[in-house]
């Protein structure tokens, strides 16, 4: 099923379709597991991390605590569905919201092929609430992620082109959630990230043609459009995040060379985003100029947020584990080995 869906994340852009309901959770209990080395006890976070985590084929979303790495299942996906991401709405203790993007398992003897539809879960597990489904064939919702206030969701809208067959459109949207409105933010536009502070919103845009990548930076209702030089040298970027100063953007970034070896291995099939590619960290003031790398693992589909701690600690998740580094790439490690994939939130 992983095959079908990075597929179709390639293809995100050039072609979707399904249908979307709602389902009942699965919770489960703590596992003890040894953790790895980490930070010395005067720089350590001590809040929880949670996570997609991939294990012997099935996904669960887990909270894991940051001291002695336990793990505690939130959500168990059921057999054949599909958690794709999702963001946190955190309140200290439990009170707080899960916005995922999910594709409930199929009819017997279909394939989920990853079409996603938004759904609300409590902090602490239990029931999914539909919040955006598919009115028509080959709708799809994600990328949801919540703003700072905590009143809207940003997300990404995939659907068809009235008239146009295997065409689609991609916008970026904002749900307001006390009335319902739904804004248009930007066209032809993924990973939305709001700034801390609620002042800015940073996004992918991706050219529909040639499916090139940049950076923009603009107000949270898509006005004041900054596209941030600097990006121009790599073939796809994705996952962008704001300091906690709220000065330089953090983004996933795939270099040339790797790309055109992927672009021979898929026979010419354009790659739409780094997620599934082998990419590093890299940083950039939030007004654009000399980029930095960060880190040089090619690892693959990095998502990273910043820990609520006094000392600025960037975790982020990918195929190979947890990993933790310093603000400007210092002290980098795995601080967990496993798979896990496409978020990562704390809790305050």
């Known amino acids: 099923m992983r095959v079908v869906l990075v597929l179709i994340t390639i293809l995100l852009l050039t072609s979707c379709g399904a249908s979307a309901t709602a389902v009942a959770t699965q919770t489960g209990g703590g596992t003890a597991v040894a953790p790895t080395p980490v930070p010395s006890p005067t720089t350590i976070p001590t809040s929880s ?11 669960a979303l887990v909270k894991i605590d940051h001291v002695f790495a336990i793990r505690h299942t939130i959500f168990q996906v059921p057999t054949n569905g599909w958690l794709a991401s999702f963001d946190l709405w955190p309140v200290a203790g439990s009170g707080g919201q899960f916005v995922v993007a999910y594709a409930p398992p199929p009819p017997p003897g279909e394939i989920n092929f990853g079409f996603t539809s938004l759904y609300l879960l409590p902090q602490d597990g239990g029931e999914m609430e539909p919040l955006l489904g598919p009115q028509v064939d080959g709708e ?17 809208h995939v659907t068809p082109r009235e008239g146009e067959e295997y065409a689609f459109d991609t916008t970026l949207e904002r749900l307001h959630l006390p009335t319902g409105h739904i804004d248009l933010i930007a066209a032809d536009a993924i990973w939305p990230q709001p700034s801390p502070d609620g002042t800015m919103l940073v996004y992918v845009l991706v050219e529909p043609v040639t499916l090139a990548n940049s950076l923009v930076v603009a107000d949270p209702d898509g006005g004041n ?19 906690p100063d709220n000065q330089m953007l953090y ?60 000392v600025p600690t960037f975790a982020f998740t990918s195929q190979e584990g947890i990993y933790e580094m310093a603000a400007d790439g210092r002290d980098l490690q795995i601080w967990l080995a496993g798979v896990f994939t496409d978020s990562l939130a704390w809790t305050p």
């Open 140 to 156: 799809l919702f994600f990328n949801p992620v919540w703003s700072a206030d905590g009143q809207s969701i940003y997300f990404s």
């Open 49 to 59: 991390f949670y996570a997609i985590e991939l294990s012997a084929g099935q996904q």
């Open 225 to 243: 459009v900054r596209e941030l030089a600097g990006v121009e040298m790599f073939t796809a970027v994705d996952a962008p995040v704001f300091s």
């Open 251 to 310: 983004f996933s970034a795939v270099e040339p060379a790797a790309a055109r070896s992927w672009w021979e291995r898929l026979g010419g099939v354009q790659v739409a985003a780094a997620h599934n590619l082998p990419s590093d960290w890299y940083r950039l003031p939030v007004t654009g100029g000399e980029v930095e790398r960060l880190t040089t693992i090619n690892g693959v589909g990095l998502y990273g947020r910043f820990a609520p701690s006094d």
